[in-house]
């Protein structure tokens, strides 16, 4: 399926200096699960699997994949030695698969958290999560799913809740994938914004991604620790909060969805 990544990865302008392996599966309950039980850890590692049986979403929430139709890996980096920037590793992540999608003809926004949309539907999420053990060093697994080749069949056998509509690059475009060309893309783009990230070069992470922002200058609703708070988007803070114009002032919300 991915059988000349390792050497498209070997050669990416900017992938050849982050991707130090990639560890295929055929089928894995979690990428995500995987890489934190993962004994000996390098940043750089990638795993990928065709398959996920127990894909996992933000909010405990299940991630629904297709065999061989979805992209989905999970990629390790070191938590930061300033802790206080890794709100910049989703951010970052979400820039990547914006510019993949671009890149394949199809025009993409996120919603905050992390959601990438197409046309108001979601396409792809992201799910980032730390391992700590004493005495080794810490890392951060960012998992991400992207619906690629499923129709709209794909996504009615299951019986999934979906907050959001989702929706596929096959769908949008009426177009089939293939998945080794997005993939390989998509860790280019993401080694280009890691390294930026390396370089402590946050403005420029923070200026894609709030130009790719779906919801700025708008009103919306966010759920917060179930409570609702409405008021305009107004910016994203240097630590990925959202601030909101309410009718009390300005807000900073550090976590919560948005209410569809
Ligand atoms: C979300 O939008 O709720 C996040 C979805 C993240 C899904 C990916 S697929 C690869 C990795 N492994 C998982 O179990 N989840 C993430």
């Known amino acids: 399926m991915y059988a000349n990544l390792k050497d498209k990865i070997r050669v990416g302008t900017y992938s050849r200096d982050f991707i130090k392996d990639l560890i295929f599966l055929n089928s894995v309950d979690s990428t995500n699960s995987y890489g934190l039980s993962l004994k000996a850890k390098e940043e750089g590692t990638v795993i990928l699997t065709k398959e996920q049986l127990d894909g996992r979403g933000r909010n405990k929430r299940p991630w629904h994949s297709v065999k061989d139709k979805s992209i989905i890996t999970s990629i390790m980096i070191n938590y930061p030695e300033k802790s206080d920037s890794i709100s910049f590793v989703p951010l970052l992540s979400a820039n990547a698969i914006i510019e993949t ?7 993409s926004k996120i919603k905050w958290p ?7 539907k979601k396409i792809s999420g992201i799910l980032c999560e730390s391992s ?4 080794r060093s810490n890392f951060i697994v960012v998992g991400i799913g992207i619906n690629i ?3 709209s069949d794909d996504f009615m056998q299951e019986n999934i809740d ?5 929706t ?8 089939y994938f293939n998945l080794e060309d997005v993939l390989f893309d998509l860790l280019n783009n993401f080694s280009k914004w890691i390294l930026e990230y390396k370089k402590s070069n946050y403005h420029a992470i923070l200026e894609f991604w709030k130009n790719n922002w779906s919801d700025i200058g708008k009103e919306i609703t966010v759920v ?12 994203i803070s240097s630590r990925g909060e959202l601030i909101l114009q309410t009718d009390h002032g300005l807000e900073l919300i550090n976590s919560g969805e948005i209410k569809t």
Not at 101 to 107: E, K, Q
Not at 168 to 175: A, M, Q, V, Y
Not at 224 to 235: F, M, P, Q, R, Y
């Open 101 to 107: 999608l671009d890149s394949f003809g199809l025009s």
């Open 114 to 120: 992390n959601d990438i949309l197409v046309n108001s």
């Open 132 to 135: 700590f053990v004493k005495e």
């Open 149 to 151: 080749n499923l129709d």
């Open 162 to 166: 979906y907050i959001i509509k989702p």
């Open 168 to 175: 596929s690059l096959k769908i949008e475009t009426g177009n």
């Open 224 to 235: 917060n620790e179930n409570k609702l708070v409405t008021g305009i988007a107004h910016d």
